[in-house]
């Protein structure tokens, strides 16, 4: 719902926001689509089986292609499949390890 009370408003995200891993994202989008697993994997040019193993998150790497064409069948991005709602990357660690060089 807009606000018109606030200058620069904009509808509330698209995107489900309880979503903790990227396999979650991404059948919650293929569901919000209407795609089963099999349209999904058409679209992407991959098995049905490959589908269901990235929203099991049982597949440690997706093709650049495939993820290509997930993203567009999805109408989303990398960083919304791979953090979540927030977009970012968690802040790394600051902790030097490798000694080398001096402050």
């Known amino acids: 719902m807009l606000s018109l009370a606030v200058k620069y408003a904009v509808p509330a995200a698209v995107y489900p926001d309880c979503m903790d891993t990227m396999g979650d994202r991404i059948r919650a ?11 999904l994997a058409k679209l992407c040019g991959v098995t049905k089986s490959a589908v269901s193993q990235w929203e099991a ?3 440690a790497n997706i093709k650049l292609q495939a993820l290509l064409a997930l993203l567009a069948a999805l109408h989303t991005d990398v960083p919304y499949l791979l953090y979540g709602p927030d977009r970012a990357a968690p802040a790394p660690d ?10």
């Open 29 to 39: 989008l293929r569901r919000a689509r209407g795609l089963t697993q099999a349209e």
């Open 57 to 59: 998150g049982s597949t």
């Open 94 to 103: 600051r902790k030097r390890t490798s000694g080398k060089g001096s402050a």
